[in-house]
Every structure is written in structure tokens, then in C-alpha cells.
Nanobody, 121 residues
Framework: QVQLVESGGGLVQAGGSLRLSCAVSGIISSINHMGWYRQAPGKQRDLVASITSGSRTNYADSVKGRFTISRDNAKNTMYLQMNSLKPEDTAVYYC???????????????WGQGTQVTVSS
């Protein structure tokens, strides 16, 4: 069974940094596209950053220059380094991945349970 587990959230002051991790567990053949999303109270879930299997990246305009997405394919883990955090970055952050479980011919799309990031002013 494939699971995505986020870690690294917490409370930080404005201007501070946090590093989120997303570990993909289970018996896996391949992981393709991965991404981080966030959802603030009363708002929709939005894409923050994404990364392809070849490490091509894409960022929301609001985080460009402050956040860096990366992945370690050997560890089946994705990261989000968040610097210069602002109060408006406060949200629950979710990881998402297209994963091909062992024995499957196709990819399934999976979500983590989310991790809270709170930035105080």
C-alpha cells in the first residue's frame, strides 16, 4: 500500500525557514510527477511547487525565489525548503505524487495527510 507522509511543519516567525519532507512508502516501481500544495482556512488547495522525475521544477509566483523543491529518488523522498517565510504562507501543506506501485501497469495519484505551517508576524 502506497503512503505519503509529510513532516517538518511547525510554527516559525516571519523571515524564518522551514524544510518539509514527503516520504513515499510501500512497494513501488516508479514515482513520476511530485508536488507540494497548500490550503489556508476557507481557501482552495493551490499548487506551491512541482518537480518531474527528471527534476524539472515549477513554482507558484508567490513563492518564487523563496522556496526550493527537490527530490531524492534513491530515498523516494521530496523536499520543500521554505525561506523568508511570510504570514501569508500559513497553511496546511500537502504532498502529492504519481506513483506506480509494484505490479501495476499504471500510475495512481496519491496525497499525504498534510502538515501545518504557521508563520507569525
Amino acid at each position: 500500500q502506497v503512503q505519503l507522509v509529510e513532516s517538518g511543519g511547525g510554527l516559525v516567525q516571519a523571515g524564518g525557514s522551514l524544510r518539509l519532507s514527503c516520504a513515499v512508502s510501500g512497494i513501488i516501481s516508479s514515482i513520476n510527477h511530485m508536488g507540494w500544495y497548500r490550503q489556508a482556512p476557507g481557501k482552495q488547495r493551490d499548487l506551491v511547487a512541482s518537480i518531474t522525475s527528471g527534476s524539472r521544477t515549477n513554482y507558484a509566483d508567490s513563492v518564487k525565489g523563496r522556496f526550493t523543491i527537490s527530490r531524492d529518488n534513491a530515498k523516494n523522498t521530496m523536499y520543500l525548503q521554505m525561506n523568508s517565510l511570510k504570514p501569508e504562507d500559513t497553511a496546511v501543506y500537502y504532498c502529492n505524487a504519481d506513483v506506480q506501485p509494484a505490479g501495476w501497469l499504471t500510475y495512481g495519484n496519491y496525497w499525504g495527510q498534510g502538515t501545518q505551517v504557521t508563520v507569525s508576524s
